[in-house]
T-cell receptor, first 112, second 116 residues
Framework: EDQVTQSPEALRLQEGESSSLNCSYT??????LFWYRQDPGKGPEFLFT?????EEKEKERLKATLTKKESFLHITAPKPEDSATYLC?????????????WGLGTSLAVNP | ETGVTQSPTHLIKTRGQQVTLRCSSQ?????VSWYQQALGQGPQFIFQ???????GRGNFPPRFSGLQFPNYSSELNVNALELDDSALYLC???????????????FGPGTRLTVL
């Protein structure tokens, strides 16, 4: 069964304390992996799309990497404003439709 | 470039009523997907519209229906509301890419629906 699993469920960091979030997937024939940030009660904000194993993308303090079975979101020297839920999603083809399958997210809290 | 917008922001309905949620896609996007997100969960796919036609549906009953208009804006209609329909409803727009790569979906701010 196609599945996306994120770990840890929750993470609390001190400001400046770097860490990594994990997203593992079992979808065959990966056609992309998406990372989003979501603040409480708001829609997901797009961060990165990764398509191939070995691919890396960076944006400010965030860096996303992809292997054949999982993706990591590395957060370097986080700030309190990085506190949010980080979601990953992969598309699964069903005919012409590419619906996204989502993990439950990692809730990140960064303390000043 | 205008992003994805949704209306209303919040909505309170009672069980058995009907509701219509609206979404305007990002400029240049012809595909709209709708998701339901319960508290503490990832979004669940409801359906997708591409060029005014339904282009796939998730595991939601027929009382969830939708439309897409010629300007690619979209509506989500839910009939006979149930308590479990209380959730954040998200609309995402995208533009199909060629080849195997999946297109990136950009989300609106969501509509918070509360069913009493």
């Amino acid at each position: 069964e196609d599945q996306v699993t994120q770990s840890p469920e929750a993470l609390r960091l001190q400001e400046g304390e770097s860490s990594s979030l994990n997203c593992s997937y079992t979808v065959s024939g990966l056609r992309g992996l998406f990372w989003y940030r979501q603040d409480p009660g708001k829609g997901p904000e797009f961060l990165f799309t990764l398509y191939s194993a070995g691919e890396e993308k960076e944006k400010e303090r965030l860096k996303a990497t992809l292997t054949k079975k999982e993706s990591f979101l590395h957060i370097t020297a986080p700030k309190p404003e990085d506190s949010a839920t980080y979601l990953c999603a992969v598309p699964r083809d069903a005919g012409n439709n590419r619906k996204l399958i989502w993990g439950l997210g990692t809730s990140l809290a960064v303390n000043p | 470039e205008t992003g994805v917008t949704q209306s209303p922001t919040h909505l309170i309905k009672t069980r058995g009523q009907q509701v219509t949620l609206r979404c305007s896609s990002q400029s240049g996007h012809n595909t709209v997907s709708w998701y339901q997100q319960a508290l503490g969960q990832g979004p669940q796919f409801i359906f997708q519209y591409y060029r005014e036609e339904e282009n796939g549906r998730g595991n939601f009953p027929p009382r969830f229906s939708g439309l897409q208009f010629p300007n690619y804006s979209s509506e989500l209609n839910v009939n006979a509301l149930e308590l479990d329909d209380s959730a954040l409803y998200l609309c995402a727009s995208s533009s199909p890419t060629s080849g195997r790569r999946a297109d990136t979906q950009y989300f609106g701010p969501g509509t918070r629906l509360t069913v009493l």
